[in-house]
């Protein structure tokens, strides 16, 4: 998909397969995927197992951008910040109309809706499939800015063109164009097609002595402000 098609759309996608809504389960090692039931019943964190597999999963992201922070860093920490918790995941692309209205119309609501809850964290993160010049790091700092988000932003883009000479840059944008891009790292584990996209990530179930985390939602965008709060509520209620 070229930049001019992507940037009318309100949604950007891949010609890779959806998990859809189905809840997986993720070892610390996340390639390891298994199906779940599709409810968070029984569900009590394994903290460190927890975090294990956290940090894996997002360990191709070399820049994360925190609040108030100007500049990226590498060390952001998911094992000692997010393990035991609930983390809502939007991935975005800054030339995506779509995940710009969705940030602003559905994030940020869902966001205002639990910050006082310290069981559920938020994050951000540009997963880039195409338009590599444009969709950098960089990019993922603006979008930060222009949505004022008070939570971590990350980049994960596998190929950075834009200090590449011009006929160099082109030359590869279109090859990738005409392979049907190169999806991010982190799009490639979880299987996602495009942007915006959502997931949920919630603590192991008592019962699953393997620590292994559930992916309780992951597609494109949720229905309503009510539908993702139900299944926030219930990871909750079932801790």
């Not at 809840?23 to 996340?30: A, D, G, L, R, Y």
């Not at 070399?62 to 035991?84: A, C, I, R, V």
């Not at 979008?143 to 063109?161: A, C, S």
């Not at 082109?170 to 049907?180: H, I, S």
């Amino acid at each position: 998909m070229d930049q001019k098609t992507c940037g009318k759309q309100d949604t950007c996608t891949t010609q890779s397969n959806t998990i859809g809504s189905e809840t997986q389960t993720i070892s610390p090692s996340p390639s390891n995927l298994k199906s779940g039931k599709k409810d968070c019943k029984d569900s009590k964190a394994s903290p460190d197992a927890h975090g294990d597999a956290l940090a894996e999963l997002f360990s191709s992201i070399k820049d994360w951008y925190l609040p108030d922070e100007k500049t990226p860093t590498s060390n952001f920490d998911f094992h000692s910040k997010f393990k035991g918790k609930i983390v809502v995941g939007m991935f975005f692309q800054q030339w995506c109309k779509g995940c710009h209205t969705y940030t602003r119309l559905g994030v940020k609501p869902l966001f205002d809706a639990y910050k006082n809850n310290p069981k559920v964290n938020f994050v951000a993160i540009q997963t880039v499939f195409e338009g590599y010049s444009k969709n950098t790091s960089e990019a993922a700092k603006e979008f930060q800015n222009t949505h004022d988000l008070p939570f971590p932003v990350g980049h994960d883009g596998p190929i950075n063109t834009s200090k590449l000479p011009s006929h160099v840059r082109l030359a590869v944008e279109n090859q990738l164009a005409a392979d049907g891009g190169l999806p991010s790292a982190l799009m490639m584990k979880l299987q996602t097609r495009g942007t915006p996209w959502t997931i949920v990530l919630a603590p192991p179930k008592k019962s699953d002595i393997e620590g292994r985390m559930r992916i309780v939602y992951n597609d494109f965008r949720f229905h309503s402000l009510d539908h993702a709060k139900r299944i926030i509520d219930r990871c909750l209620r079932d801790e």
